[in-house]
């Protein structure tokens, strides 16, 4: 065969061959500082492969296995896309730490995210597994007494019970709220769980009389980062007007003109306000050309 | 071999090799550029072609260019990387993908920019920026005020609701209005007043329709194409729907979504047939009859081009029209504009129409990012807020004679009329509740607007292929939000590690942050459960009914 | 020199030619057989072309075909019938017929118990009737004495009947479907019948060029052909869209002044009712619903297809001068030069033009949407399977569903293929 056909074939073989080899060399090293960093970034997919061989270099049970299996676990719980087989090795994974985790840090966390597991839709297929989750939220409370996780588990644990849509549930987790935001009057969330009281009395409960009192109560505790303001407002004075609580109702279509000026409510606001027999208070407008200010 | 056969032989090898040492050049040569070590540079990438935007953008960054230099004995360089619409997503896709991609880029387009997903893994979260008085503001009123609040909105349409930060700077607004020919307006009306009422504007049309058919020339009252048929459609549908979204906006956002109104049409809370619907088209239909014949088949283009030739009154378009069309008309006529007069005090349409439409809450347009992964972040920061004082903010739209977004950064007069209205209602009311839905009511609302159909026969095939497809839909509809809620919770779960293993959070906002995703899971959490049980105990209703 | 067969056995000597083969079959796998195959798994996957991919077995194709239990009897009932039609054995023809015949009477048990459920005003009882005769008809066929007139209407029955009902039930299985991707098939249809005469002026005009007496002139014309093709096919489709302008376009204005205008407006008036010619004469023939059929229809013409006419050319090319000589000693016309001599030997490449021309019409979608938009333009007239399954990838981000429309029309192609293949015959 013609010899320079053969160099050619060869140095196309080789170059082939140095490409594939270009594939499986071994990852940067980084370890686990990558995988965090990635996690960071949200990038699951990437840090699981990180997570997975750090957790294989690690004594089962060490500190560095615990952290490389969490995040490990994390990572197939939430990298997509969602694959049944991820999931299950997720739980049985999370499983694993809360079992051997007890009075470690790890628990409240690997609690929490196996609750998270358990009470969503990940794949087609998947069902909901509420229990798991309780049980799971109750571990939390019950164990874990000082972790910071406890109010999140909190809500979230009365969230499952609301969002069953079942009245009987939903009441029963209103008191239980009730009761935590007795027992912990400065935790964190407080003002979120009260808003979580407010749309269980709109669903299932249908009261909305009691769901506006509930969010004026969750804005006295103070409103948390990331509400809107004018959509809460807007919801409280129309919620109060159609329980016929005529002065919230009032009151809370002025705060949206006064308060938060710049709102495309303002306008509806005040015809709302003449309607109710008020004389509205006048509107900003922030297009004005000689209009300097700099607020809220 | 001789010269010509070896000539023959290799020159394409050698048009190849050229190429690529040129290519390699080129390539070593920027690298050298903009990695000197004495130069830092920022990139910042957007689609805007048109002339005057380039040169206002350049003109700041010359400023600012000059004033870091002074300010800090550092050069810099902003490098303006313009790339056309058509190529935009593949260049930003590509470049976040890879990992070169520029410092500040113009969100929009590209999925790699748009979609939260890519959003939260690509882009920088500004809130932090924003919550700070913009330096640049000092001695001017604006002084001390966090940044986000010297925007006219204080930047509350570009919150992002689901990633719960602020994710671009804007640098421009934009409001739709209705273009005339003042020369032609007045010599065949014989006034300058445009009209301040619905039924006014008809008969101006009506009067302009009648001098072109008595003088033989083919004149029409507006000039229009599909698109400026929407831009009709949507001033004028969606004010007859307001009391309808106030009637069924259950979950109190200002809005009715396809699911909420979905719900409300199964609860017999209201259907296409109703008097309101078949009014609203009908005003649209009266609207679109003042078309040039065959609009449907004209683009964007023709009928500005028809504007342009004096063969049309009117036109609408939007403020980041007018620069173009005041340079492509000029010294042949004066262009005015006016706001879209609403049948507020028509017979027929009043108990329908309380008002337009409010444009309180526009967004800001000419949104900036800042990339990820550029390792300029402060310095792109420090850019942005240059550029977002009131008196650059001013200079840069009043140049380019867009609108600015900075409080108090006047308007060339000429952009009077495009100042937004506050005065109107909030709101939108959205029908497409599945793929079929969306196709066959946009298919066949041409042909209402084209008097190809009467709005009868719409109401008849909307109703048809919405109880066909609608419950299919709307489940569709739910699985999507109960995957948004999923998206949540990924990064719920990111922050939670990295709190659990103490990684570093140089903001201090990390619990702010966390609370704000509990807070969103927990509204779209109920949202989503709520609509399952409503819809599940429709669907039982009708399994029991004969 | 002798030649000698390549082989796996002698890899050892011929690995070189092996290697160098390579790099072309990797390439065809990574961006032909790949792309085909990601597209085959991903239809049974909600998949939005990003970050959701979950499996979904057949929810996408039960979603396009409706319930698959109303399928399922009747297309195997089908193939079993199909299937005993292509057998030569006679006992496994009437074994596979009766076993057709019983999935077909499972279809009609199935679609009996589902008549309750479905929405009134189907064709439900016309359908149930049609299939229950069918069956009655295979049993008579299987039952009388051969050669019977009463035998023969039941064998005549038993092929009419389904044939209809088939149809019947393909309008109740559309109930239960996607609606707007069944309805989209009707433009098919009408296309592919009105490109069944639109091949046949590239048939001629390759006759033509054929039956020139100067090579040159052939050479001429057939260069004369090839550089249309140089110019994009986009520049062609928006060429026509300016043709069809209502305002500027050629099309109204060649109308108008030559006078045919007034005609069709005293058509519409008096006969077709149609409002779409009036006066001033402006018709808007992407506009109007009424129009766009026959404007799509229209498209193209004169209908003469580049790649088309080089095909014709190259089978009229093989036909030997011998055929013409014996021909014209026997006193051939020039009508039956073409239909005895040049169609006939032609069938081969008639039939792959058929072929292209159906799997192009199935597959068009870009022609419609740049002349229309992605919804198929005023009352979705010009939408098509293509351009609903670009709306569902591209507009609805649903890339699943898409791909799964793509599997059916792959089938419903290859099904029109093998049809083509068996009954369009070539006779040499």
Redesign the interface.
Known sequence: MNRRLKRTGTGLLAGLSLWLASWSAPAGQGGLDTAWQEVGYLNYKKSASLFEKAAKQSEPGSDAWIEATLGLAACLQHRQPDLQQDKERAAELYDRLIEIGAGKPVLPLALMLRARLADQLDYYGDQVDPKTALVCYDRIIAECPDSPLIHPAALFRAQVLINSMDKTKASGAIDWLRQWQAKYPANPLTSMQQMLIAKAYKYPLQQPEKAATAYVAAEEMGLPQGVVVDNYYWRVANLAQQAGDTKTAIRYYERIITEVKRTGFAYEAQLRLKALGVTPPPLFNPFAADNQEGSK | MTLRKFFQTYVGVAILLASIIYAMVRVAYNEATYKAPDVTTIRICHWQLEAGFRDALQELIDEYEQLHLKRTGKKIRVMQLPVSERGYSQFVNTGLIGGTAPDIIEKGFAKGATDPAYTARFFSPLGQYLDEPNPYNAGTPLEGVPWKDTFFDGLQAAYDRQLLDHYYVPFSMFTVRIYYNRDLYRQILGTDRTPASYQEFLDVCQRIREHGQSKGLPIVPVAGSKYQGDLFRRRYETPFLFELISQTDDDFTGSVDAMESYLAYRQGRWSFESPRFMAAWKCMLEVSKNFQDGWLAAQRDDAVFLFVQSRAVMTASGSWDAPSIKKQVAGQFEVGVFDFPMPTDHPEYSKFVAGPATEASIKGGIPWAICRQSRRQELCVDFLRFCTTRAKNESFNQSITWLPVVLGAKLTPDLEPFRPRIEGFVGDFQTDISTPVKMITEGNRWSVLSDRMTPEQYAVKAKEVYERTGAEGFQEKLVKDGRNNRNLERILASQLLLQHIGAPDPNGRRDEKIGQLLLAIQEFGHKVAVRQAQFEALQKETERKP | MSTQRITMRNFR?????F??L??TVLGVATFAYIPSFEAIRHSFY?WDG????????L?NVR?ILGDLTLWTPLILGGLLSGLSALLEKPKVQVILRRLGAVLLALAVLRLALDARTLPPGTTMPGTLTMLALTVLCIVLSFKLEPGSFKRNVAVLGSYLLPFLGGIGYLVAVRRTG???LWTSFRLIFILIVANLFKMWPSIFTAVCIHRLKSDRSQYLYRVLFVVPMIIPQMVGLLIWKFF????MGVLNKLLISSGLDRYLIWLDKWVLHLGVFTD?F?????????LIISSLVFWGFPWVGVVGVLIYLSGLQNIGSDVYEAAEIDGITWWGKFWRIELPLIMTQVRLNLIMMIIGTFQAYGFQYVLL?A???????G?TPGL?MF??AFQ?Q?YGYACAIGLILFFIILILTIINQRYVRVKK
């Open positions: 000597q011929n690995w070189v030619l290697a160098l390579l790099p909600n990003a970050f959701t991919e979950e499996f979904v077995g929810d979603r996607d609606w707007v069809y302008d209502p305002n001033p402006k018709p808007a023939w992407l506009g109007d619903p009424a938009g919804e198929g333009g005023p009352q979705n007239k939408l609903y709306y569902q609805e649903n």
